[in-house]
């Protein structure tokens, strides 16, 4: 039974049998494991939901770009407005619905006080959507 341990002249020859007990008793505690937690996994509310034949349309927003130079001249997509006229066309573009997305390019000269005036009174027309636009940075 103790196959040849008391003989230390005879070779050691490998054991060609693979013992699966170990591995039987791992997948059985698994198999156990997985049905006590399988019924957890499945306790979801059943719910009849409503049924609608209506399909929702999207709508696309404009898109209005507002541009100002270094000298602070203010442009709605690329037309020149006089001093009081950015207040008029924001009023317009508010009572827009979908509300138009706002797209603000301001050259590198420009006084941030004109930026913050612009921003300031889109917000104060209620509207949200504004983004800045940016040229990407050249690599050397």
């Known amino acids: 039974m103790a196959f040849g341990a008391f ?11 693979i013992n699966v007990t170990p591995m039987v008793d791992v997948m059985l505690v698994l198999l156990v494991i997985f049905i006590i937690s399988a019924p ?25 770009s507002i541009a100002i130079d270094a000298a602070g001249t203010i442009y709605w997509n690329n037309d020149a407005l006089a001093p009081g006229g950015l ?4 009023v317009q573009a508010a009572g827009v619905s979908p509300q ?21 009174a889109a917000q104060s027309h209620g509207l949200t959507r504004l983004g800045f636009v940016t040229d990407p940075k050249e690599k050397k």
């Open 40 to 64: 957890m996994f499945t306790n979801a509310v059943q719910l009849e939901l409503p049924k609608a034949q209506a399909k929702a349309v999207p709508q696309e927003a404009e898109t209005v």
């Open 87 to 90: 207040e008029q066309r924001l």
């Open 100 to 120: 138009p997305e706002l797209q603000l390019r301001a050259d590198k000269d420009t006084r941030y006080e004109v930026v913050a005036q612009v921003m300031a």
């Open 7 to 17: 003989n230390h002249h005879r070779q050691r020859e490998s054991m060609a049998d």
